[in-house]
């Protein structure tokens, strides 16, 4: 994983926001929760579903999951994955 505040994080971090950027200039919102509902499932679909390179070609949750059956005491909860894309469709306002 890439450090905070380097290169690599902040060019991750541009990219995730030059797609939510890209999905705000083409997409109509009827709503606020519309908005709220594209936003909630583009961030599932990117953590579960979207390998990364940075990642060594695996998801953000598949990583965290993996380090945290190594790391046990860190955490509180069982990290789990999401179920499948099909399981909760979307479909924004036209």
Same mark, same amino acid.
């Given at each position: 994983?890439?450090?905070?505040?380097?290169?690599?994080?902040?060019?991750?971090?541009?990219?995730?926001?030059?797609? =939510?950027?890209? =999905?705000?200039?083409?997409?109509?919102? *009827?709503?606020?929760?519309?908005? *709220?509902?594209?936003?909630?499932?583009?961030?599932?679909?990117?953590?579960?579903?979207?390998?990364?390179?940075?990642?060594?070609?695996?998801?953000?949750?598949?990583?965290?999951?993996?380090?945290? *059956?190594?790391?046990? *005491?860190?955490?509180?909860?069982?990290?789990?994955?999401?179920?499948?894309?099909?399981?909760?469709?979307?479909?924004?306002?036209?």
């Amino acid at each position: 994983m890439s450090r905070t505040r380097r290169y690599l994080s902040n060019g991750m971090v541009e990219l995730f926001n030059g797609r =939510i950027r890209e =999905i705000l200039r083409t997409t109509h919102f *009827d709503t606020g929760a519309d908005l *709220d509902a594209m936003l909630w499932h583009y961030r599932r679909l990117y953590n579960h579903h979207v390998p990364q390179g940075t990642q060594h070609h695996r998801t953000p949750m598949s990583r965290l999951k993996h380090w945290s *059956d190594s790391h046990l *005491d860190s955490f509180r909860k069982k990290v789990h994955d999401q179920p499948a894309l099909n399981s909760y469709p979307f479909s924004p306002s036209t």
